[in-house]
């Protein structure tokens, strides 16, 4: 379980410029995830969860109830937790590597609402297909403290009390970062798309980016985000 102050995290193979409004960042920290799923906005009202499973038990379904199961909500066909009037609380997304299974997800508990559809309208505008664009969906606030929500997880995943709780060194959460938000990772990874932009039109293309209005020179696009 983990929280973050705010902070937007786009999936693995996803677009920047095309799921995030980059202009309207300031001080908000953007990070490219390993895992697939949707763009999502972090702040201090929602709770992030992992669950790390061997890879022969690996079921997306179970585990996904299994956060959902302690606060009566339901599993939709994408694995989102959904309210009784299907307001999405929180997604999920996975990955598998090696022998281990990961599924994650951003439970909202008391998240800014009106910030977090801000922040996820980008004024980029596609020109031919998006790379994994993510599904808008009704969202709700589930409504109770941080603490009540991990407590109940650990006892619906944990039924017998066999788990121990371990934090992970600030140090090693710093390295990672600072590959996962840094531009050329962030902004410059995933498939090959393009864009418009303030009146021009924009390639990305093995790790570079290209204005396509002024002749498909490279540019810089660091500028694109102030």
Do not use: W
């Amino acid at each position: 379980f983990y929280t973050n102050t705010d902070s937007v995290v786009i999936g693995r193979n996803q677009s920047y410029f095309l799921e995030v409004n980059f202009p309207s960042l300031k001080d908000t920290v953007v990070a490219r995830r390993y895992s697939g799923g949707g763009t999502v906005f972090h702040d201090l009202g929602n709770v992030n969860y992992s669950l790390i499973t061997d890879k022969r038990l690996f079921n997306k379904q179970y585990l996904a109830e299994s956060v959902a199961r302690p606060f009566k909500l339901h599993v939709n066909i994408r694995h989102d937790l959904v309210n009784n009037r299907g307001e999405k609380v929180s997604g999920s997304a996975f990955r598998i590597l090696r022998e281990k299974a990961l599924h994650h997800g951003t439970m909202l508990l008391a998240t800014d609402l009106v910030k977090l559809h801000f922040m996820l309208q980008s004024p980029a505008k596609p020109t031919d297909k998006v790379p994994v664009p993510s599904v808008r969906s009704s969202v709700a606030n589930l409504g109770i403290k941080p603490c009540d929500f991990i407590e109940k997880v650990i006892e619906e995943v944990f039924p017998n009390g066999d788990y121990c709780l371990v934090d992970i060194p600030d140090n090693l959460m710093d390295v990672n970062l600072d590959f996962i938000s840094s531009d050329e990772y962030v902004k410059l990874s995933g498939p090959a798309h393009s864009f418009t932009y303030n009146g021009q039109i924009f390639k990305l293309k093995d790790g570079k980016l290209f204005n396509e209005s002024e002749g498909g020179v490279p540019c810089s696009c660091v500028p694109l985000s102030r």
